[in-house]
């Protein structure tokens, strides 16, 4: 038996807050409307996707006592890449003086579970790969239109990372996992080149309970684990009522959520990872412990994965 390990993780939040309050000078909209039909507070905003990366990047690298020239393939999961050409991850390998292969994947904000799968499969197919970088970075307000309420004061900018490291006697790491996507959904959220997000909100809202409540209920079952089992459910952080309904639906005790989204608003690829490394630094995460992550985004896309926690 050969698997992988998460052996270290890092995040990084630009350092302007911006508040509710700071919406409600500007636009007509309100901190109540807000906290209630979303559960965002505050969010933060700045930096770009590659400077983002490289901070938490470096620190996934530091806490698992490695060297940047350690890691062997970099996988950069983004929505909002620095430039057309080359891949963000260009940027990231460079100067943080990574080896070997390195490359973008784009799955919208479920993106993240999508790149830690893809380099776990990586790692373990026996390529020529041993360490891996998985990192999920954003800079949503580069596409966010601040003068629409709608869309403003829910997206913004993060990053978060973790290195995996494969061992020829270490269990899977991912014990089941489900990648999915709804091309016909496409309309419902998008992005031209050059413009800002589109988004029928509430078909959003609606699709998402849907295949996630789904996606993460057949990764249960694929894992041939009760949903009771799950120690830590980690989920996209687009809406708190979102996250309530999968709770609620999948069977999942309320207090093994982790939730970001109030002090970071949604940060696509970056939300999944930042909501873990809080976790992984509270020490809610023991030797063992089964780790559930779902996530949708613009595509439609869904992707989940029942991990099982050792380092
Ligand atoms: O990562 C994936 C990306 N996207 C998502 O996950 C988004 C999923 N959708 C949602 O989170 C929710 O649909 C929203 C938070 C976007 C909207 O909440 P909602 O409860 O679905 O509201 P709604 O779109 O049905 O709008 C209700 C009302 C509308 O006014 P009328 O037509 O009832 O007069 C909106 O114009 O709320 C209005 N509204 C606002 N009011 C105050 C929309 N945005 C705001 C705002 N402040 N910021």
Request: net charge negative; proline share 3%.
């Amino acid at each position: 038996m050969s698997g992988s390990s998460i052996t270290g993780w890092g995040s990084a939040l630009p350092e302007k807050v911006v508040t509710n309050a700071d919406f409600e000078a500007r636009l007509d909209t309100s901190d109540a409307w807000i906290v209630e039909r979303t559960g965002i507070r505050e969010r933060r905003i700045g930096g770009t996707t590659s400077s983002l990366a490289i901070e938490a990047g470096a620190a996934a690298i530091t806490r698992a006592g490695l060297s940047p020239s350690d890691i062997d393939l970099l996988v950069l999961s983004t929505t909002t890449p620095d430039k057309a050409v080359p891949a963000t991850s260009a940027t990231v390998h460079a100067q943080l003086g990574c080896s070997g292969a390195a490359f973008d994947l784009n799955a919208a904000c479920a993106g993240y579970v999508y790149a830690l799968v893809t380099a776990d499969a990586m790692l373990t197919a026996r390529i020529g790969f041993d360490r891996a970088l998985v990192i999920g970075s954003d800079t949503l307000s580069s596409i966010t239109d601040f003068e629409d309420r709608s869309t403003a004061v829910l997206f913004a900018d993060g990053a978060g990372a973790v290195v995996l490291e494969h061992r020829q006697d270490s269990e899977p790491l991912v014990l089941a996992s489900d990648l999915g996507l709804d091309g016909s959904l496409l309309p419902i959220l998008y992005c031209e080149h050059g413009g800002y997000l589109k988004m029928e909100g509430r078909e959003v809202f609606r699709r998402a309970v849907r295949v996630t409540v789904d996606s993460a209920a057949k990764v249960i079952a694929q894992a041939g684990i009760a949903a009771d089992e799950i120690a830590l459910f980690v989920p996209h952080q687009a809406n708190q009522r979102i996250i309530d309904a999968m709770i609620q639906r999948l069977g999942i005790p309320r207090e093994r959520a982790v939730i970001v989204l109030d002090r970071t608003g949604n940060t696509s690829s970056a939300s999944i990872p930042l909501a873990l490394v809080e976790a992984a630094d509270a020490g809610r995460l023991s030797e063992g412990d089964l780790v559930l992550f779902s996530g949708f985004g613009a595509g439609m896309t869904w992707a989940s994965a029942v991990v099982r926690w050792h380092q």
